[in-house]
């Protein structure tokens, strides 16, 4: 009976531990996902800006501010594409597809030699009362189970602690979010302004109002990434601070 809980103490720490860094692991992997349009926007924003500068050319006067507005938008996609290309470095989840696969793989394999051995229980329960009465041996079984499940989280370890020495983990993630939130609020100024300066273009008022909604538009799908980012950081930092605690706690 000691033994038994002795046991029991010890794994339910290691369970605790591979709960959290599966969800560190998938956090930070959300976070991740949240941007992968960021290069598209960057993209669409700069054609913006070339094409508004050339209204802005054939506008004269009424064009300057608007010109002035249009390479200021400019500076602020050169650091998107520069942030988008940073995040595209990432090397660590990059491997994560083939994690999940490899475990798809093997909890199907797992399922459908469970239904083999439940097949053939059935069947012997009919052919044999040594079966009937429950003396099928499902050690074997049991442990290949448990294998999957630690090669699992050993490669989310080594993931996890790939990404944390390449690239600063977690903290890496906030501080590009905080980047692109700054382009969100830069661009939303552009935008409001672009509006005002719309208002007294004359003849341009609705070349520089399209501008300044499509402007808007792209502020709101950056806002949206950030939101859906910072939520997923949000998640990871509390999954990091609860690993960090059971390791505390594992030292005392």
């Known amino acids: 009976m000691q033994d038994s809980v002795s046991s029991h103490a010890y794994e339910a720490p290691n369970s605790q531990v591979a709960q959290y860094q599966h969800e560190l692991f998938g956090q930070c992997r959300n976070t991740l996902e949240a941007f992968q349009g960021l290069g598209d926007v960057a993209e669409d924003m700069r054609i913006l800006s070339l094409n508004a500068e050339l209204a802005a ?7 300057v501010s608007i010109r002035a507005l249009t390479q200021y938008t400019r500076e602020l996609v050169n650091r998107l594409e520069q942030i988008n290309l940073e995040m595209g470095k990432v090397e660590a989840f990059k491997e994560a597809d083939e994690l999940e696969q490899s475990e798809s793989v093997a909890h199907e394999e797992e399922t459908y030699q469970e239904a083999e051995y439940a097949e053939e229980a059935t069947y ?9 009465e429950g003396d099928y041996d499902y050690s074997d ?13 050993q490669a989310i370890a ?7 020495q ?6 890496y993630l906030n501080e590009q979010a905080k980047r692109i939130a700054e382009v969100v609020s830069q661009s939303n100024s552009i ?3 672009m509006a005002i300066e719309a208002a007294t273009a004359g003849q341009y008022e ?9 402007m808007r538009g792209f502020v709101d799908t950056l806002k949206n990434m950030v939101t859906r980012a910072q939520d997923s950081i949000e998640k990871a ?7 960090k605690e059971l390791e505390a706690s594992a030292r005392q």
């Open 57 to 63: 050319g054939r506008a004269g006067s009424y064009g």
């Open 124 to 132: 012997d329960e009919y052919a044999s009362e040594e079966y009937a």
């Open 141 to 153: 079984q049991d442990y290949d189970n448990a294998g999957y499940t630690d090669e699992g989280d």
């Open 158 to 164: 080594a993931l996890l602690a790939q990404f944390e």
């Open 166 to 171: 390449e690239n600063g983990g977690v903290k």
């Open 191 to 193: 935008a409001t302004n």
């Open 206 to 214: 609705g070349t520089f109002t399209n501008v300044a909604n499509d």
């Open 237 to 243: 930092f509390r999954a990091e601070k609860s690993l």
